[in-house]
Structures are given as structure tokens and as C-alpha cells.
């Protein structure tokens, strides 16, 4: 140890303090003044939303508490700027170094890469470090050295490659480095106003944010629900998946103890010979690959926040109706599994993954809301809120990836309420005014016989709103959208057959960015259905525990629905038989099908693999140095006729 190296650790969402790379070689170099900066002003439109700024001071505290035992204490700064923050912590210590682990959000990117500039042009060393992934993104490219545009081949080719996987062990002892810098308290940070502090109670008794209880959260996972991955994760309620999104999210746990963790574990069952198991690791690493895409997607397409990755959306004709996009935020949308999903979202910030496509696909292909406008609202509203993987969710159930789901897939929430909640208790809990409809017509109560309904006690139109579109009706505007969509198109392109190239853009541009308007926590009533306030949070005396407190201690099983879903699961393939249900439903003619694979969409290339060096040393983000777009064409054909493995994995 040089005992004259004085470095800045600067945390952003890598707050633990095991297996963290920043942290390890500024311990091991010399003392250390770790720090984090809370710039609200830089956050700009992607400031977190309430429940997320929650996990966020809880998350902190704990960090703070782990690194005062080891010796050195998180200051935490309020700042206008975070270079200026930094340049002040610097200057205090007469720091040599700054350290810190990569973010891939193309708002990180852009920031990180002048912090990086300028501090080196001051002449001080800076290091970034790999703490998020388990593949980095300049490593992985096809044999052109283009990067990947289909999760299959991106993750076949991550799993060809050979991983060094070296788990960093905390520092036993932190020196803390000498010198006086203004911080303020956890308080002081102003994550969470006074008006929040009710609600964010009770996402208390549900998670504990914190490193330490990431890892118990894993090993119980790991312990106890690992082995049945493979037939639970379908399941819309109780604790069917990991539920460790907001633990990754912050980097409360490490990604390559996740890999490292699970396949320890399959060594053991393929040594038993336990297949079924054995496919449980597989599908929950795939999962993983999804995260370690997004991030890929972002690095390489730094505009897909703003951009769909195919420009095929470059003429869609979005509704930007503001009155059914509250409808559907505030779960009014007079479909049940929508609107129970939409609640679950407002009053937990989290839902499972298959009602997030659920609810995504419906503000997108029936109601023909922006995508951009969704992606803003999970943002706000999510605890796990993740900008790589929401653009990555909303980019694949809007048609704007090459392996997503076809723009003109319609999913009917009727049959999907049937596959997902065939009892109808999701429902039944987060839609107490439905309560009383008999499961057969639970996800369709507008077919249900008068009688039925009124010995509910539901009057459609008065306690529960009809449907804001009919299913007919939403399938006739998807489909005139698509063509009109094509004759722009088709237009556009006889127009510029000069030879330019066509800009790739989203025409949702022209659309306003919508800042979602602050929406009353105070008011603690159930969930209106004919108020017109914005969602509220449901009173106690409104959620059973177990549904809304998602902790896995709160499991609840529910063999019924296991064993229906162990029989609409395909072993072989991963794919969901429900899921083929869902296709047949879609209104995909095959002259609509040969039509799309006619058409050409172009995906821009960003970057090819020219990335060198020492993984451990400075980068630069291609996507900030290459001109943008170059372009290649991609023939839409052979990936939507027939689904890859495991389409719909991606989805679940
Ligand atoms: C429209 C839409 C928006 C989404 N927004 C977010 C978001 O803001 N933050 C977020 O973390 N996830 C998001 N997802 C992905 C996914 O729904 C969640 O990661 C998952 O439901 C978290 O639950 P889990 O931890 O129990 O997942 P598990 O099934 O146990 O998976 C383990 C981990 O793998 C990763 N993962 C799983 N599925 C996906 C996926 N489809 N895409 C990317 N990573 C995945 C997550 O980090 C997750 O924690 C979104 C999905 C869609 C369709």
C-alpha cells in the first residue's frame, strides 16, 4: 500500500461494499473518501420517481452504516453539480485519484464521459471499473464486429465466451482520508419530502433495501425457490420470481455473485442429475442476459431512450390522448388484469414482469399511447426503475426491436386474464369493487348476464368503468395505424430515392415529453374508481399483506395455480403454452405477415469492436465518438415467422 494515495471513491449505483472494484483498489492504494453526490438538477427528466428515491435513502444509510464500521464514512452532498462536487472533495483530501464503476444509461454515459474529460485535463487520474456486468459491452460483438441487435445471438454469443470471474472480497479496513469537505445529513438530501413519508411507510414492510440484505435475499432465493425458477415465474402473484430487480438495480448486489452463487448451485443438481432444476438455472441466468442486454443495447444505440432501435416507427401515428393515458395510469382502463396491474404498480412500485408486457402492450397497441410516454411512467412509478431495462421492456413490446413482439400483436387481457389469474384472485385483490364476480367472468365482466352483475354489486359505467375500447375496435385502429404507418413509409422513401439516407427518427418526437404531473400521496382512501384524482395509495385495511408486501417470507403458494401453469409450460423449448395462446389471438393475417416481411427497417449502427486495453482501465463510449446513424438494412422476415427459442422468455 502507497500510504501517500489519496483517492475519491465516487458511488453512484454500486452501493455495497463487497465484490466492488472501485472501492477494492482504492482501499488496497492508500486512504479514501467515499462520496455520494445527489445532483437533483442533473437528472433532468429521469429524476426518480418517490418510491425509488425511498429504496435510494434507505439504501444509502445502510452503506453509510458498513463503511463507518470499516473505517471511512459516505459523505453525502447536495450539489448544483457534480463536477464541482467532485473538484471540492479533490481539493479537500488533495486527492491523486478518482474512482468509480461504469453506468450504461445514455444519461450516465454522457455525463461520466465530461466529468472524465475535464478532470483529466485538470491532470487527475481517473479510473472506471466493470461493477454491473457480468459481459462488457465493447467485448461482445458479431464476426462483422457489429454489435448484436437480437437478444439470442448476443446472449449465445456471451455464453461462448470465456468469463474471467474473479468475486472481489470487501476491504477489512478503510483509511480514511484526511481533510474537511461540507456534507449533509441523509435528511438533508431531501430524497424524500415530508408529504412521502406516509406511503413509503409501508413499502418498509415489504423490502429491505441495503448490500447486506441483497445477499440474504439471494441466498434465500437461491435456497428455496431456485430449483421451481422454471414453473413458478409465470405466476402474476406471490413471490414466483427472485424479486431482486431493485437489489441489481442499485448495485446492492454484485452480478457476478449472482452467476457465481446460481451456478454453484447447478453444479450440485447436475452431479444429482436433476434436470428440471438444472433448466430453472438456465432460465433464470437468461433472465440475467437480459439485464446484461439492456445495458448492451444502451451502450452501443445511446438514443434508444429517445429512439426506437428500428426506425420501422419512424411514421406510427401515436394517439397522445391525455385522458386515456391517466385512465390507464390510474387503472380505469374497464379491463380487469390491466387495471388490477396498473393499481399494483401505483400502491407496491413493483409488478411482475409478465404484467408489465401485459399492461405495456395494452397503452401501446390499444390505446396507441407513445411509447415513450409508458416507458416515463414505469420510470416514475417503478421501485426496480431501471432506465436500460425499461427502454428495453417498452422497445419490445412496441414492435421496435428485431425479436420483439410484432407491432401488430394484439394480446387480449381477457385470455391473458384466463392464463395468468385464472382463479381471478389478482383481481379480485387489487380490484376490490370486482370482487364479487364469479371467476368465469372476472376478465370480462361486460359479457357477464345483468343478473351477475348486479348480485356483484357492479354497475359498469358507475363503480367500474366499461371497457375505454372495445377489443374489435383496438384491433381496426392498430391495423389502420400500421398501414398508414407503411404509406408514409413507402411515401418517404419514393421521395428521397435521390439516394440520401433517411434520418432515423421516432415521429413520437414531435409528440411533447411528458413531465407526469405530481400526483397526491396524502389522501390514504381505496382506490377510487369514479374519483378524478390520480392514483392513490390503498389503505391497509385495502391489501392483504401478502400481495402487497411482496417479501418472499410472505409467500404464498398456491398449487392450483402452479399445477395450471406447469401444464401451459412447454419443458422443451421454454416457451409458454399460454403464450401460443396469446399468438393465436393476435390479429396476424398471413397477408399482414407478408406484408411485414417485406418491409425493410433499418437499425442504426453504432459502433464496431474497435475497444481495447485493460478491461479495469478508462473507457470511451463508442456511441458518444461515432457519427451518427450509419445505417444497415435488416430484412424482417425469418425471427417473426417463427419465434425464436424461447420468444416469450423474454417476456416472463
Ligand atoms: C415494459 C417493461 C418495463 C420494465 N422496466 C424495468 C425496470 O424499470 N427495471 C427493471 O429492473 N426491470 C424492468 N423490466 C424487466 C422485468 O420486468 C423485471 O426485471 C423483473 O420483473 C424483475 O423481477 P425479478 O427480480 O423477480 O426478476 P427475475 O425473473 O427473478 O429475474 C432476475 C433478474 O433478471 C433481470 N431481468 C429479468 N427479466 C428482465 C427483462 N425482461 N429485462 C431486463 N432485465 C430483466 C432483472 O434484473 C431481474 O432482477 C421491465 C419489463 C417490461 C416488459
Redesign the pocket.
Known amino acids: 500500500m502507497s500510504s501517500d494515495s489519496r483517492t475519491v471513491v465516487w458511488f453512484r449505483r454500486d452501493l455495497r461494499v463487497d465484490d466492488n472494484p472501485a472501492l477494492a483498489t482504492a482501499a488496497k492504494e492508500g486512504s479514501v473518501l467515499p462520496v455520494f453526490i445527489w445532483c437533483p438538477k442533473e437528472e433532468g427528466q429521469f429524476y426518480p420517481g418517490r418510491v425509488s428515491r425511498w429504496w435510494l435513502k434507505q439504501s444509502l444509510m445502510h452503506l453509510k452504516q458498513s463503511l463507518r464500521s470499516l473505517g471511512a464514512d459516505l459523505l453525502l452532498i447536495k450539489a448544483e453539480s457534480t463536477i464541482e462536487a467532485l473538484l471540492e472533495c479533490i481539493h479537500a483530501i488533495g486527492a491523486t485519484k478518482l474512482v468509480y464503476n461504469h453506468l450504461y444509461d445514455p444519461i450516465s454515459l454522457v455525463r461520466d464521459h465530461s466529468i472524465k474529460q475535464k478532470l483529466m485535463e485538470l491532470g487527475m487520474s481517473v479510473q472506471s471499473y466493470n461493477g454491473d456486468l457480468l459481459y462488457k459491452p465493447w467485448d461482445i460483438y458479431d464476426d462483422k464486429g457489429n454489435a448484436f441487435t437480437t437478444f439470442e445471438a448476443y446472449w449465445n454469443k456471451c455464453l461462448s465466451m470465456q468469463m474471467e470471474f474473479v468475486s472481489l472480497l470487501p476491504p477489512w479496513r478503510l483509511v480514511p482520508a484526511a481533510g474537511k469537505v461540507n456534507n449533509c445529513s441523509i435528511e438533508e438530501l431531501g430524497l424524500e419530502d415530508e408529504s412521502e413519508k406516509s406511503s413509503n411507510a409501508l413499502l418498509g414492510r415489504g423490502w429491505s433495501p441495503g448490500w447486506s440484505n441483497a445477499d440474504k435475499a439471494l441466498t434465500e432465493?437461491i435456497e428455496q425457490h431456485l430449483f421451481d425458477?422454471s414453473k413458478k415465474?409465470l405466476k402474476v402473484e406471490g413471490?414466483?420470481?427472485?424479486?431482486?430487480?431493485?437489489?441489481?438495480?442499485f448495485g446492492e448486489l454484485s452480478v457476478r455473485k449472482v452467476l457465481h452463487s446460481v451456478r454453484m448451485k447447478q453444479l450440485l443438481w447436475v452431479k444429482e442429475g436433476n434436470s428440471v432444476w438444472e433448466e430453472s438455472v438456465d432460465l433464470?441466468l437468461r433472465?440475467?442476459?437480459?439485464?446484461e442486454?439492456?445495458r448492451y443495447l444502451c451502450f452501443n444505440f445511446p438514443s434508444t431512450h429517445e429512439r426506437p432501435l428500428l426506425s420501422n416507427l419512424k411514421h406510427f401515428p401515436w394517439h397522445a390522448h391525455h385522458v386515456h393515458f391517466k385512465a390507464w395510469r390510474q387503472g380505469r382502463t374497464g379491463y380487469p388484469l390491466v387495471d388490477a396491474g396498473m393499481r399494483e404498480l401505483w400502491a407496491t412500485g413493483?409488478?411482475?414482469?409478465r404484467i408489465?408486457?401485459i399492461?405495456?402492450s395494452f397503452a401501446v397497441k390499444f390505446l396507441l399511447l407513445p411509447w415513450k410516454w409508458?416507458?416515463k411512467y414505469?420510470?416514475d412509478t417503478?421501485l426496480?426503475?431501471?432506465?436500460?431495462?425499461?427502454i428495453?421492456?417498452?422497445q419490445?413490446?412496441s414492435g421496435s426491436l428485431p425479436d420483439g413482439h410484432e407491432l401488430d400483436r394484439l394480446d387480449s387481457p381477457e385470455i391473458q386474464g384466463s392464463n395468468y389469474d385464472p382463479e381471478g384472485e389478482y383481481v379480485r385483490h387489487w380490484l376490490p369493487e370486482l370482487a364479487r364476480v364469479p371467476t368465469e367472468w372476472i376478465h370480462h365482466p361486460w359479457d357477464a348476464p345483468f343478473t351477475v352483475l348486479k348480485s356483484a354489486g357492479v354497475e359498469l359505467g358507475q363503480n367500474y368503468p366499461k371497457p375505454i375500447i372495445e377489443i374489435d375496435l383496438a384491433r381496426e385502429r392498430l391495423t389502420e395505424a400500421i398501414f398508414m404507418m407503411w404509406e408514409k413509409d413507402a411515401a418517404t422513401k419514393v421521395a428521397n430515392s435521390n439516394g440520401t439516407n433517411e434520418e432515423v427518427v421516432d415521429n413520437s418526437d414531435s409528440i411533447e415529453n411528458l413531465s407526469i404531473a405530481n400526483v397526491s400521496v396524502k389522501e390514504k382512501t381505496p382506490c377510487p374508481t369514479s374519483s378524478s384524482h390520480d392514483q392513490r395509495v390503498p389503505t391497509f385495511q385495502n391489501s392483504k399483506s401478502g400481495l402487497l408486501n411482496r417479501k418472499r417470507a410472505k409467500c404464498i403458494e398456491d398449487e392450483k395455480l402452479s399445477q395450471n401453469n406447469l401444464h401451459n409450460y412447454d419443458h422443451g423449448c421454454g416457451t409458454s403454452r399460454a403464450d401460443e395462446d396469446l399468438r393465436s389471438t393476435a390479429e396476424s393475417s398471413s397477408a399482414k405477415k407478408q406484408a411485414t416481411s417485406r418491409t425493410s427497417f433499418s437499425v442504426p449502427q453504432s459502433c464496431s469492436s474497435s475497444s481495447e486495453g485493460n478491461p479495469l482501465q478508462e473507457y470511451e463510449s463508442p456511441g458518444l465518438k461515432q457519427p451518427w446513424p450509419e445505417q444497415i438494412v435488416w430484412e424482417k422476415t425469418s425471427s417473426k415467422d417463427g419465434p425464436s427459442h424461447g420468444e416469450d422468455d423474454?417476456?416472463?
Open positions: 432465493f425458477y415465474r413471490n414466483s420470481t427472485s424479486l431482486l430487480s431493485p437489489y441489481l438495480h433464470f433472465a440475467i442476459g437480459l439485464r442486454y439492456s413493483w409488478i411482475h414482469n408489465r408486457v399492461v405495456s409508458g416507458m414505469f420510470w417503478l426496480d426503475a431501471d432506465l436500460e431495462s425499461d428495453l421492456g417498452w419490445y413490446i423474454w417476456a416472463c
